[in-house]
């Protein structure tokens, strides 16, 4: 027993997490491949590495995935200290290498001298598709503004589908469910996030993020966009770039008759407040959410309008209106506090009252010791006790994102 513990205290040696062992870069300089500084590293790495995110039969675990800036060429390096099979015959290690093959096309780079020289053709780069929005973003580290700019991008624009292929390998790091998209599907829509820099003379462009919109039919004659893919690089992450990119993209298909409101795909949390920030913001001058109308409750005008003239749906126009109210709510005057508290927790109750309909339904056809173990479960006390727990959550999103407009 005790050979047994010490070959796997050995063993264990050779165990490596892979979201610290893979490294990423954005390169624009040849200075910057060595440069710790500009690494970053993944979130997620279940999905090539299982669960436990570790990868077996090696020490001191190195894998480098360096792209370009902007075409995102791509150098791919796997380096180790030792190698389990160096000591033990029998144990065969990871194919760690193989596992990232299955994701990146084909084309990387596999030497460091080859990709630096083909840095050099990032000058001739240029963003795919057609400009559709440019704002700009203040660098406190810079010192001035920096340049960015929207595309709107078919997937026929030369070189394009290679470059998505490069770019959608991010996801893998960084969407905790992520999956590749079919791009031969014809109602697939692309927006891409440009920086436009400066160098020696030369404009220059860094990738940014992306986003891909799956345009669904809706009868008899109209779509529904669906956001299913949306990321913003990490070294570019919390300088409002999300927000540009899904206001703009909204605009974009306010603009068409043919749509009938644009939702998400299984939004995550962080989607779903930058939503909020983006569609109260939208909405915020529409005439049927004015201050003196929010007191009134949440009515069809504010579905109405919201839905003709920013294509948002009612259930997401019931949040923005939740919102707005808090703002104009004076949360120190008792009554006006309760009535929004009670306002929002009429909506929060919906699936508790379904609860209810199901237990008088259970009623007619359970046995006593059935019906008593749904009851326990559906206790009222802990209904209340959830229902305010989950209001406190809410009113916490909310004053987050009135205090973001504030500062927009």
Known sequence: MAGVNAMEKKLAEYKCDTNEAISLKLVRFPEEVEDESTTFHPEFTHQLYGDDEVAFGYKGLQIQLYYSAGNLTTLFKVKYSSKVTEKFECVEPDDVEGKIREIIPQGFCGNTDDFISLLEKEANFT????????????????????????????????????YHERLQTFLMWFIETASFID?????????????????????????????TVYNYYVYPDK?????????????FQGEGHGAQLLETVHRFYCTSSKVQDITAEDPSDSYVKLRDFVLVKLCQTLASFSTDKLSLGFSEDMATEAQEKLKINKKHARRVYEILRLRATDMSNEEKARAFRLEVKKR????????????????????????ASQVNQMDTQLQHEELERSYQEVLGDYRRIIERLARA
């Open 348 to 371: 929060l109750f919906g699936p508790y009252k379904k609860n209810q309909r199901e237990l008088t339904k259970m009623r007619k056809c359970l046995r006593p010791e059935e019906l």
């Open 127 to 162: 963003p795919f598709g057609t400009l559709i929005h440019t704002y700009s973003v203040h660098n406190e580290e810079a010192g001035e503004d920096l340049t960015y700019q929207i595309h709107k991008v078919e997937l026929s624009s030369p070189g394009f589908r290679e």
């Open 223 to 235: 779509t529904r966009p669906r956001v299913s893919q949306m990321l913003i690089l990490p070294p």
């Open 183 to 211: 791009v031969d599907d014809d109602r697939w829509d692309f927006f891409l996030v440009f920086e436009k820099y400066n160098k020696d003379g030369e404009t220059l462009f860094a990738t940014v993020g992306y986003m």
